[in-house]
């Protein structure tokens, strides 16, 4: 069963947002709205009847809710009254309509009046019953009726929560869970038709303890922010300040829809709003959408509500020697034992917070899901935590854990019970050695470790770590084999920098390719971005000691494995993702093949801090410029030099792989991964491919055109204007000019052709130079500490 064209009936921010998607992924999308009460009598004007799906697009359009701007073009619009018979021509059909139970199946009576038998339809739904959504639907209406249930936005969240009915085919399944996988990029989970399947049932119970929790240990907002972000494994937006991004409005109506869903849960009551929340609605302070909820900003200030008074005051530091313990651990699993583990506010909160989340989460199997790795993936994937429930079991020791509940006078869940009374002491395990290595986990059903599934079209390095010791490995960077005649070389420095390490390690590790049996390598890694830049503590210290030489040497350095990448006589390609800026952006630029997530943030940004780049950087971007015109061709190529020139010189990133494109940092040849977890392999598969049909190195560059002096002048007429309109401070211009002399390959008299050495030559000339300025040193200081460009 092929996608090929999807409807999506309704407009709201969820049904835009998943027509986006879809549109993102290559498909033709059909968006339907309701015609807009009031319109006059008579109406018949098509923008005005489609006026909410219309607003949606391009709403979504402002928001990033597209990869590329070119992919709204790919969204039809609609509306329910003139339009629901275009379903006919789709493949399938999502209803995300109000969450109403009568209002859905009064639409699904009108889309079976055109849906073409086959066309399979699903429902976002996030608490309804399947059951109760298709009674009274035709067999194949229900063979082919399933819920999807997106996490929102749909661009950035990962999960997708399916749930199949027991009418529902297989192939239906299976169609939707591959589609969503390989070309919608999601992380999928499979749920029980149960209330808020997997992640909406733990994670709101999560937030609505975190509210009493506050009240019974007597702290304030921002406390509890500092203690349930990323000391406890979850995102900086905590616990209150997700509230505020999600709409407390929108908290307490899905806390209230779980009590009313779950009468016989044991723990029900947890999921009554706390006062403090339904006044936050009563007066219209719903979050930011409103301008205030528990952080108001007030100018550049952040202000935080406080409880006791309900107005907003300023931030408070907040201290908690238990807090800083924990942020002195260095993976996720030590910082969460070293805050539960003391004996002081912070710690005494985090301890309730985490363990009636772990006794909640483990009473909910087999309720909501039959295996343990669905909730943590639903968990981490869903509300972006770094570990799902039962990987925090396991982290603090499950009977350890177990034992301190109990004196705290919780009744230990029956599945932990069970767990600790067969034989382990953990939920996952590994099993064999080497080669025979196996990932396991505790299964509900059979009461026995089982090998975990393996995703398909997924690499994981961590496995890699487990069979075998690195081929090759420092303190930057480890090369691992990853089969099929493929190596991956892995950073693993603090968000991936460049160090003079990782550029040995990338030299070492093509002169392991060469010189072995092997097909090819990636550059790739599978930390949360792929580099965020060169290693700026060691250029700053440098440059303040004037350590010219060694500042010098390490620019070689960089040029050095830019060029071995390059012209390695098997593929060098890299997997990219996240941040990949500055030197983290100049690797795969040197390389054959780039395999980009969808969601990479790519861009030459060292203008930022005082710098040009110069990791081959300005001298591949010249090179593109001088190559986008083809030999021969008397054609202008100043043009593409000048985009690429503006977005260094703005020291701009892409916002996707698909802008990167857009932007010139990814070719015509090189690939998007939709699904992030699956660009490794699909680099790895590119590897494999350009080896089995004989792959070539490119000619080295020997005649490159540049726009000599010509250009340095007419990109110097753009700054002087840049500067005149006060978009450009006095040292910015100097930079940029500083950027231009490269781009263009100096002062030559005229056009003419270079030496990819002789530009590289310029880079390091101009980069060294700018390392003497003190307004360069004050940017990159500035930028350390406060993580923010400097504009001086």
Same mark, same amino acid.
């Given at each position: 069963?092929?996608?090929?064209?999807?409807?999506?009936?309704?407009?709201?921010?969820? *049904?835009?947002?998943?027509?986006?998607?879809?549109?993102?992924?290559?498909?033709?999308?059909?968006?339907?709205?309701?015609?807009?009460?009031?319109?006059?009598?008579?109406?018949?004007?098509?923008?005005?009847?489609?006026?909410?799906?219309?607003?949606?697009?391009?709403?979504?359009?402002?928001?990033?809710? !597209?990869?590329?701007?070119?992919?709204?073009?790919?969204?039809?619009?609609?509306?329910?009254?003139?339009?629901?018979?275009?379903?006919?021509?789709?493949?399938?059909?999502?209803?995300?309509?109000?969450?109403?139970?009568?209002?859905?199946?009064?639409?699904?009576?009108?889309?079976?009046?055109?849906?073409?038998?086959?066309?399979?339809?699903?429902?976002?739904?996030?608490?309804?019953?399947?059951?109760?959504?298709?009674?009274?639907?035709?067999?194949?209406?229900?063979?082919?009726?399933?819920?999807?249930? !997106? !996490?929102?936005?749909?661009?950035?969240?990962?999960?997708?929560?399916?749930?199949?009915?027991?009418?529902?085919?297989?192939?239906?399944?299976?169609?939707?869970?591959?589609?969503?996988?390989?070309?919608? *990029?999601?992380?999928?989970?499979?749920?029980?038709?149960?209330?808020?399947?997997?992640?909406?049932?733990?994670?709101?119970?999560?937030?609505?303890?975190?509210?009493?929790?506050?009240?019974?240990?007597?702290?304030?907002?921002?406390?509890?922010?500092?203690?349930?972000?990323?000391?406890?494994?979850?995102?900086?937006?905590?616990?209150?300040?997700?509230?505020?991004?999600?709409?407390?409005?929108?908290?307490?109506?899905?806390?209230?829809?779980?009590?009313?869903?779950?009468?016989?849960?044991?723990?029900?009551?947890?999921?009554?709003?706390?006062?403090?929340?339904?006044?936050?609605?009563?007066?219209?302070?719903?979050?930011?959408?409103?301008?205030?909820?528990?952080?108001?900003?007030?100018?550049?200030?952040?202000?935080?509500?406080?409880?006791?008074?309900?107005?907003?005051?300023?931030?408070?530091?907040?201290?908690?020697?238990?807090?800083?313990?924990?942020?002195?651990?260095?993976?996720?699993?030590?910082?969460?034992?070293?805050?539960?583990?003391?004996?002081?506010?912070?710690?005494?909160?985090?301890?309730?917070?985490?363990?009636?989340?772990?006794?909640?989460?483990?009473?909910?199997?087999?309720?909501?899901?039959?295996?343990?790795?669905?909730?943590?993936?639903?968990?981490?994937?869903?509300?972006?935590?770094?570990?799902?429930?039962?990987?925090?079991?396991?982290?603090?020791?499950?009977?350890?854990?177990?034992?301190?509940?109990?004196?705290?006078?919780?009744?230990?869940?029956?599945?932990?019970?069970?767990?600790?009374?067969?034989?382990?002491?953990?939920?996952?395990?590994?099993?064999?050695?080497?080669?025979?290595?196996?990932?396991?986990?505790?299964?509900?059903?059979?009461?026995?470790?089982?090998?975990?599934?393996?995703?398909?079209?997924?690499?994981?390095?961590?496995?890699?770590?487990?069979?075998?010791?690195?081929?090759?490995?420092?303190?930057?960077?480890?090369?691992?084999?990853?089969?099929?005649?493929?190596?991956?070389?892995?950073?693993?420095?603090?968000?991936?920098?460049?160090?003079?390490?990782?550029?040995?390690?990338?030299?070492?590790?093509?002169?392991?390719?060469?010189?072995?049996?092997?097909?090819?390598?990636?550059? *790739?890694?599978?930390?949360?971005?792929?580099?965020?830049?060169?290693?700026?503590?060691?250029?700053?210290?440098?440059?303040?000691?004037?350590?010219?030489?060694?500042?010098?040497?390490?620019?070689?350095?960089?040029? %050095?494995?830019?060029?071995?990448?390059?012209?390695?006589?098997?593929?060098?390609?890299?997997?990219?993702?996240?941040?990949?800026?500055?030197?983290?952006?100049?690797?795969?630029?040197?390389?054959?093949?780039?395999?980009?997530?969808?969601?990479?943030?790519?861009?030459?940004?060292?203008?930022?801090?005082?710098?040009?780049?110069?990791?081959?950087?300005?001298?591949?971007?010249?090179?593109?410029?001088?190559?986008?015109?083809?030999?021969?061709?008397?054609?202008?190529?100043?043009? !593409?030099?000048?985009?690429?020139?503006?977005?260094?010189?703005?020291?701009?990133?892409?916002?996707?792989?698909?802008?990167?494109?857009?932007?010139?940092?990814?070719?015509?040849?090189?690939?998007?991964?939709?699904?992030?977890?699956?660009?490794?392999?699909?680099?790895?598969?590119?590897?494999?491919?350009?080896?089995?049909?004989?792959?070539?190195?490119?000619?080295?560059?020997?005649?490159?055109?540049?726009?000599?002096?010509?250009?340095?002048?007419?990109?110097?007429?753009?700054?002087?204007?840049?500067?005149?309109?006060?978009?450009?401070?006095?040292?910015?211009?100097?930079?940029?000019?500083?950027?231009?002399?490269?781009?263009?390959?100096?002062?030559?008299?005229?056009?003419?052709?270079?030496?990819?050495?002789?530009?590289?030559?310029?880079? %390091?000339?101009?980069?060294?130079?700018?390392?003497?300025?003190?307004?360069?040193?004050?940017?990159?200081?500035?930028?350390?500490?406060?993580?923010?460009?400097?504009?001086?």
């Amino acid at each position: 069963m092929l996608i090929k064209k999807a409807a999506v009936i309704g407009a709201g921010t969820m *049904g835009a947002g998943i027509a986006g998607q879809l549109a993102n992924a290559g498909v033709r999308c059909l968006l339907l709205d309701i015609v807009p009460p009031g319109l006059a009598e008579g109406e018949t004007d098509p923008k005005a009847r489609s006026r909410f799906a219309l607003e949606a697009v391009k709403r979504g359009a402002k928001t990033k809710m !597209f990869l590329s701007t070119a992919d709204a073009s790919l969204v039809e619009v609609g509306n329910i009254e003139d339009d629901l018979e275009k379903i006919r021509d789709c493949d399938w059909i999502v209803e995300v309509v109000t969450e109403n139970l009568e209002v859905k199946k009064d639409l699904y009576s009108k889309i079976a009046k055109y849906r073409r038998p086959g066309t399979i339809v699903s429902s976002n739904t996030s608490g309804l019953s399947l059951h109760l959504l298709v009674e009274g639907l035709d067999e194949d209406f229900r063979r082919h009726f399933m819920i999807t249930h !997106f !996490f929102n936005p749909p661009r950035y969240m990962y999960l997708l929560e399916l749930v199949r009915g027991q009418d529902t085919l297989p192939e239906v399944y299976e169609t939707i869970e591959r589609f969503a996988d390989v070309r919608l *990029g999601k992380g999928v989970v499979e749920c029980k038709d149960t209330p808020n399947f997997i992640g909406n049932r733990i994670g709101v119970f999560n937030m609505a303890t975190c509210c009493q929790q506050l009240l019974d240990v007597g702290l304030t907002v921002d406390e509890v922010d500092a203690i349930t972000g990323p000391a406890l494994g979850r995102p900086r937006s905590a616990s209150f300040r997700l509230q505020d991004l999600v709409g407390i409005d929108v908290s307490v109506m899905v806390m209230e829809n779980v009590k009313n869903l779950v009468p016989d849960d044991e723990s029900v009551k947890m999921f009554t709003p706390a006062g403090f929340l339904k006044r936050l609605v009563e007066e219209g302070r719903l979050g930011r959408k409103s301008g205030a909820g528990f952080y108001k900003k007030v100018g550049k200030d952040i202000l935080v509500l406080d409880l006791d008074t309900f107005e907003y005051r300023p931030q408070k530091k907040v201290e908690f020697d238990s807090l800083t313990r924990a942020k002195q651990g260095k993976t996720t699993a030590e910082r969460i034992q070293r805050l539960v583990a003391g004996d002081d506010r912070a710690a005494e909160y985090a301890w309730r917070n985490v363990s009636e989340t772990l006794i909640y989460s483990a009473r909910r199997v087999p309720e909501i899901s039959d295996d343990i790795v669905s909730v943590d993936r639903a968990i981490r994937w869903g509300f972006n935590w770094d570990l799902g429930p039962f990987e925090i079991w396991d982290a603090l020791g499950v009977r350890e854990t177990a034992e301190r509940m109990a004196k705290d006078g919780h009744e230990v869940p029956p599945l932990v019970e069970k767990l600790l009374s067969s034989g382990n002491d953990s939920f996952y395990g590994s099993v064999g050695a080497g080669k025979d290595h196996r990932r396991v986990v505790f299964s509900p059903l059979t009461l026995q470790q089982e090998e975990e599934p393996a995703r398909p079209g997924v690499i994981l390095l961590d496995d890699s770590r487990h069979r075998d010791a690195p081929l090759r490995s420092n303190a930057a960077a480890s090369l691992w084999d990853v089969g099929d005649g493929v190596l991956c070389l892995e950073f693993h420095t603090k968000m991936n920098s460049i160090a003079v390490e990782t550029l040995q390690a990338v030299q070492e590790a093509v002169d392991e390719v060469e010189g072995g049996d092997y097909a090819g390598l990636v550059i *790739g890694n599978q930390a949360p971005n792929f580099s965020a830049g060169a290693n700026l503590v060691l250029l700053s210290a440098l440059a303040k000691e004037k350590k010219w030489d060694d500042i010098a040497e390490l620019i070689r350095s960089f040029h %050095r494995t830019v060029l071995r990448t390059r012209y390695s006589t098997k593929p060098v390609a890299a997997a990219v993702h996240g941040l990949t800026l500055g030197g983290g952006c100049e690797i795969p630029l040197g390389c054959c093949h780039v395999q980009a997530a969808a969601e990479t943030y790519m861009g030459l940004v060292e203008l930022g801090v005082g710098l040009i780049p110069a990791g081959g950087g300005t001298r591949e971007m010249a090179c593109r410029a001088s190559e986008s015109v083809p030999s021969g061709v008397a054609a202008d190529f100043l043009p !593409f030099l000048k985009r690429s020139f503006e977005l260094m010189g703005q020291a701009k990133f892409s916002s996707s792989a698909a802008e990167a494109r857009d932007f010139g940092y990814l070719t015509a040849v090189d690939r998007i991964s939709m699904n992030r977890d699956r660009a490794l392999a699909d680099a790895k598969r590119a590897v494999r491919t350009l080896a089995e049909s004989g792959y070539r190195p490119p000619r080295p560059r020997s005649a490159v055109r540049v726009a000599g002096g010509p250009g340095v002048a007419e990109f110097r007429v753009l700054l002087h204007q840049y500067r005149e309109a006060g978009y450009a401070s006095d040292y910015d211009v100097f930079l940029a000019g500083k950027l231009a002399y490269v781009l263009c390959g100096g002062e030559i008299d005229r056009e003419n052709t270079v030496t990819e050495e002789y530009l590289l030559d310029l880079e %390091r000339e101009v980069f060294l130079s700018l390392c003497g300025e003190t307004k360069t040193i004050e940017r990159i200081d500035y930028t350390l500490k406060t993580g923010k460009p400097l504009r001086n």
